[in-house]
């Protein structure tokens, strides 16, 4: 039986969700207004290309970070890439630097997060009890849903109103408040024995990357996540095209169809949490990756803008719908020592998905058209999610 909502009964809990919201949003708020940024001072796409590469790219490096996490006490990790959050970001605004000295403070910001996910995943199955996962995970993630979904609006807007430093400022003084708050977390230490006499940093990723390869299910959330993100990933990066050119819809319009797969995502989350039925985690997998490929089918055959923006509420709920089983199959599955690693590795995937969705969306939409990418993409995610209903048969999550 899943319990509902521990963050109205679980402080640490609560303390953990509060902290994420903020750097979930504080993290979107910060690469909007460097966006603007760039654009502002150089008006050409490679500029913007290379800050969005530089945020995604770190996260290939989930595994090494991952292994650190293992290691050490996650509070200290928390209040660590907190820290440095505040310390880089503040820079950023203070000195507004050449893009070259930009990319890299952005990417120094990038791996601070790609250890936080390990770290606030890692912290969750010790804070709350093995009934409580999904319901927790599922907080978790209405928490960060909300925060993706504030924080571009609060970066525009601060940016409009007071520029791109005082938005920054606003970013890193939300960091200092995160740092005070972990103060109040309870410590989070390694499992018993497992600093001493470990081995090697790169001895540790290397066991973890194998634990998740000759895992059977590891391995299927692994690439899983990165064949669902690249096809999804790609295929939205045609959503401008088929709204604007296909369907004749304006800006607004297209605002429209991508603030409805936040919407889909926000929502999901919150039922979610308060779910009180007992569901298999797989069920909710497999619903995930099948509501995605229903959903990019639907908006490649979409008659009308309505239809194409019905598609992408059911695109977010799918998301959400993954996110949360990912995130609980992980801490049920995979002994705590070695869920660092995994969580860093498994969502390498999606960040490698991401990637490649990046490199090749812009020459596929040209060459297919937004209809035919859509409606192709959708029916080799049907298959991708017929591979994880029989990969992932019988596992008991």
């Not at 004749?248 to 926000?266: E, V």
Request: proline share 4%; with cysteine.
């Amino acid at each position: 039986m899943v319990t509902a909502v521990p963050l109205r009964r679980n402080r640490q809990f609560r303390l953990l969700v509060g902290v994420r919201v903020l750097s979930f949003a504080g993290d979107q708020l910060t690469v909007v207004a460097l966006t603007l940024l760039a654009h502002q001072r150089y008006g050409v796409g490679p500029a913007v290309s290379a800050l969005l590469i530089a945020h995604v790219l770190p996260h290939l490096f989930g595994p090494v970070l991952g292994s650190i996490v293992d290691r050490s006490d996650q509070r200290t990790v928390l209040r660590t890439c907190e820290t440095s959050r505040a310390l880089l970001v503040a820079a950023m605004g203070l000195t507004l630097p050449t893009l070259p000295v930009l990319v890299v403070l952005v990417a120094a910001n990038a791996v601070r997060a790609a250890m936080l996910r390990p770290a606030g995943r890692s912290a969750i199955p010790v804070l709350v009890a093995r009934d409580q996962l999904a319901a927790a995970n599922a907080t978790l993630a209405a928490g960060a849903n909300v925060g993706f979904a504030i924080g571009p609006a609060i970066g525009g807007a601060l940016v409009a109103w007071v520029g791109v430093y005082a938005a920054l400022m606003v970013d890193a003084a939300t960091s200092v408040i995160a740092v005070v708050a972990l103060g109040f977390l309870r410590s989070l230490p390694p499992v018993t024995g497992a600093r001493g006499g470990r081995p090697r940093l790169l001895s540790d990723t290397r066991k973890g990357l194998a634990y998740v390869w000759h895992q059977p299910i590891t391995r299927t959330l692994a690439l899983g996540l990165f064949a669902g993100v690249a096809l999804a990933a790609m295929v939205m990066l045609g959503g401008v095209f088929l709204v604007r050119g296909t369907l004749h819809g304006g800006p607004a319009a297209y605002g429209l169809f991508s603030g409805a797969w936040g919407l889909g995502m926000i929502a999901t989350s919150v039922l979610l949490a308060i779910n009180r039925r007992s569901i298999s985690m797989t069920t909710w997998l497999v619903l995930g990756f099948a509501a995605q490929a229903i959903a990019l089918t639907g908006a490649g055959l979409a008659p009308h803008l309505a239809v194409a923006v019905a598609a992408a509420v059911v695109s977010g709920t799918g998301d959400a719908l993954g996110d949360v089983a990912t995130d609980t199959i992980l801490q049920q599955t995979v002994p705590r020592e070695l869920l660092g690693r995994a969580v860093g590795a498994v969502y390498a995937g999606s960040f490698a998905g991401e990637l490649v969705a990046y490199a090749a969306g812009g020459l596929l939409v040209d060459l297919l058209g937004p209809r035919i990418l859509f409606t192709a993409g959708g029916c080799t995610l049907a298959l991708v999610t017929a591979w994880i209903t029989t990969a992932m048969k019988g596992n008991g999550t």
